[in-house]
């Protein structure tokens, strides 16, 4: 009986799964809280990926990078949902088509 | 000694800009204190200087006040400086004088005008430019002063700027006159490439050395001067704007279009005798041009009925018998006829000015007649002036005139001696024909302007009064035959001998006899002259009206003035304005400049038009350009780089 163990294609797969469903998710909707959702499934997937090396390669650094990339996605997550507040203020929406006064 | 020379110059540009400035808001009076204040101290002065200019021993008579140096520039050294000698102290003295009586006269004819500071800030300006003409020492200040009267000139011919007549007048002699100037200044160009000098000093003194006698170079630069000259003073072909001068008040017309501005020519003339002297192919076009200028003109006056345009002509005509004196090396009578030409000729359109003032407006002397009676004043000294014009002895013309066509005579140019006394009969005739048509005869007068018809004021009047009391006697300074006794010879003579040669002595053998025949000869063709119009315009009116019936061809031919500005217009005018309107401003302008402007914008606009499309500023969509460029970056790492 072959023992259900996860193998590091596994966690690859997923990750690459999770990180294109992000990525769909930034390029197809127009919700600013829902792209911005969809960027941190990506950094997750990103996370997934250092995190399965890691133990494959028994290297702790890239479970030092975890943090890391965790850290700046918190610091990300302030300043992002400030500028979402700060666009609902002015705008009354957060839909990103309607923000678009720099067009050319 | 001298050295206020500056201030007579500068007097009436002190007077044109404070009328110019505070015209408009000051009292009349202090206009016309300010305008004949100036001009009347710069004539004192005049007079003062001249008188110690005469003082001087003969050969020391050049006064020079230098002011300041005003350029320098490598080898050019240019100072403002004035130069009193007998040449500039003989027009030096016309100038104030008579622009001085015209400024007197010009308050009473402009009295009623509503710009009168204007008037007076233009002519006070003429007469600081004619005098920087006259006294600069060096060719630069005359050529300011030539383009300042010019610039004056057009300002008073376009007074009645509202006029389309008088715009278009004034544009005329602009045009007309930058012809003439820019031959002046290749002229004065080949002088400084020549002498390194524009000094008449300096050119002067050296123009035996550095030219030929009758030279390329020295001929060259006498006809590029001539041509100046010819445009000034109005000779043919440039004469056509002076008639239409007349479009400007009277006494502009007998101050610059008669008195003072045209002469400059004959002063520029005679001031580079030296140069002409060395240039016989020069004073032979000098001479040829005069003599055809002054029988040209002279028929022209023949049957116009304007009578200012009838002394617009004479003045061409008597212009030329000074070029013509010029030519044959007789400059001491050019000056002295534009001496006697200032005095009777300023007299003449003052007169006529006095009449025009007294008929409310009228021109056309076919609408005067009989004014004897109403404006004696004016009818006496515009007789006198007439007989002087028409060379009747005592009066200043007829010395004058008769010294050039002596001086012609003598030179051995028969068929110009010929030439010019038909063309002085032709004057007398033309001349006394205004004179019995405006002031004998039955009265023509519109019933309208009879009823204001009036003598002029004094103001008027006395200064017709002296310039006819010096149109009959100033022709005293040159009473010929007795040797002294020809005050202006011996004055300006020795300036002219430099560089002359057997016609330097035609003054010392002179028969009596043939003088004295000449003198007869002359006066009887006046006679005739006048006989002529008393029979034709007094006695016998009815021959004249058959005459023109049956001489109706060159009646209309001469009437129309040879139809010279219609072939003007069909040479010169109508080609350059259809080449200008067609070529230059549909092509030119239009598609090459405007395209090439026009082009440099849309050519950006069309390119930023393109590039504007990659900020359509949705945040998806620069998304998925991050996303594909990414993929592409990836893909390129992975697989395609080796």
């Known amino acids: 009986m072959m023992e259900a163990v996860a193998s590091l294609n596994h966690y690859l797969i997923l990750s690459a799964v999770l990180f294109s469903i992000g990525v769909i998710g930034v390029v197809t909707r127009r919700n600013a809280i829902v792209i911005y959702m969809s960027i941190e499934v990506m950094l997750n997937a990103v996370n997934l990926t250092f995190i399965a090396f890691s133990n494959h390669l028994n290297d702790m650094g890239g479970q030092v990078f975890t943090f890391m990339v965790m850290a700046v996605a918190a610091a990300e997550a302030a300043v992002g949902l400030a500028i979402i507040i700060a666009l609902f203020r002015n705008k009354n929406t957060v839909d990103v088509d309607e923000v678009n006064l720099l067009k050319g | ?642």
Not at chain 2, 97 to 120: A, E, N, P, Q
Not at chain 2, 295 to 324: E, N
Not at chain 2, 342 to 364: D, P, R, T, W, Y
Not at chain 2, 566 to 577: C, G, L, M, R
């Open chain 2, 1 to 642: 000694m001298g050295n206020y020379l500056w201030v007579i110059v500068l007097l009436p540009l002190l007077g044109a800009t404070v009328n110019g400035i505070l015209g408009p808001v000051v009292k009349k009076n202090t206009v016309t204190a300010f305008a004949l204040g100036t001009t009347g101290l710069s004539f004192i002065l005049a007079v003062v200087a001249f008188f110690q200019l005469v003082g001087l021993p003969a050969d020391e008579r050049a006064i020079t006040n230098t002011v300041y140096s005003w350029i320098e520039v490598g080898d050019m050294n240019v100072n403002v400086s004035f130069l009193l000698d007998p040449l500039s102290g003989l027009w030096l003295l016309v100038v104030t004088g008579v622009g001085f009586l015209i400024h007197v006269y010009s308050v009473g004819y402009m009295d009623h005008d509503h710009s009168y500071w204007r008037f007076f800030t233009y002519l006070n300006l003429f007469m600081f430019s004619m005098l920087m003409l006259v006294m600069g020492d060096n060719y630069l200040l005359m050529f300011i002063g030539w383009e300042g009267v010019g610039l004056c000139s057009y300002l008073l011919i376009g007074y009645d700027y509202h006029r389309d007549a008088a715009a278009v007048a004034g544009k005329k002699a602009f045009v007309m006159n930058r012809i003439g100037d820019f031959g002046f200044i290749l002229g004065i160009f080949l002088i400084f490439v020549t002498f390194g000098s524009i000094n008449y000093h300096d050119v002067f003194g050296s123009a035996h050395n550095v030219l030929t006698e009758g030279g390329v170079i020295v001929t060259a630069i006498a006809l590029l001067l001539f041509v100046g000259a010819v445009g000034k003073s109005a000779q043919i072909p440039l004469y056509t704007w002076l008639p239409d001068a007349m479009e400007g008040p009277t006494p502009v017309s007998a101050l610059i279009h008669a008195a003072t501005m045209v002469t400059a020519g004959v002063y520029m003339v005679c001031r580079s005798a030296v140069l002409f002297n060395m240039a016989p192919t020069a004073m032979m076009v000098v001479a040829v041009i005069g003599c055809a200028t002054a029988v040209f003109a002279a028929t022209i006056g023949l049957f116009q009925k304007d009578i200012k345009r009838v002394l617009a002509y004479s003045t061409v005509s008597q212009l030329g018998y000074m070029f013509m004196a010029a030519g044959i090396g007789a400059y001491v009578a050019a000056a002295f006829h534009v001496m006697t030409h200032a005095f009777f000729k300023a007299c003449l359109f003052l007169g006529s000015g006095s009449v025009i003032h007294g008929l409310s407006g009228e021109q056309n002397m076919d609408k005067m007649g009989d004014l004897k009676k109403h404006m004696p004043r004016t009818y006496w000294t515009f007789l006198i002036s007439t007989l002087a014009i028409s060379g009747i002895f005592p009066f200043a013309g007829f010395f004058s005139k008769d010294e050039i066509l002596y001086s012609t005579y003598n030179s051995g140019s028969l068929v110009l001696w010929g030439i010019a006394s038909v063309a002085a009969g032709v004057t007398a005739f033309y001349m006394f024909r205004a004179v019995f048509m405006t002031f004998h005869g039955e009265s023509r007068v519109e019933p309208e302007a009879m009823k204001h018809l009036h003598e002029s004021p004094n103001v008027m009047t006395m200064p017709l009064i002296i310039l006819a009391g010096l149109a009959t006697v100033g022709g005293f300074l040159g009473i010929p035959m007795i040797e002294g006794a020809n005050v202006l010879h011996n004055f300006l003579g020795p300036l002219f001998e430099a560089g002359r040669h057997e016609a330097a002595h035609d003054t010392a053998h002179h028969s009596a006899a043939l003088e004295l025949g000449l003198m007869g000869l002359s006066l009887g063709i006046a006679i005739i002259g006048i006989s002529l119009a008393y029979y034709f315009y007094i006695k016998n009116t009815a021959l004249r009206d058959s005459l023109y019936g049956t001489f109706k061809g060159i009646h209309k031919v001469i009437f129309n003035k040879y139809y010279v500005d219609e072939i003007y217009d069909a040479i010169f005018t109508n080609p350059i304005v259809s080449v200008s309107r067609e070529f230059l401003h549909k092509v030119i302008d239009v598609v090459i400049i405007d395209g090439l402007v026009n082009g440099v914008g849309s050519f950006f606009t069309t390119l930023s038009e393109m590039a504007k499309r990659m900020q359509p500023g949705m945040v998806r969509h620069y998304a998925l350009t991050m996303l594909v460029v990414s993929i592409m970056m990836v893909s390129y790492f992975l697989w395609g780089a080796k």
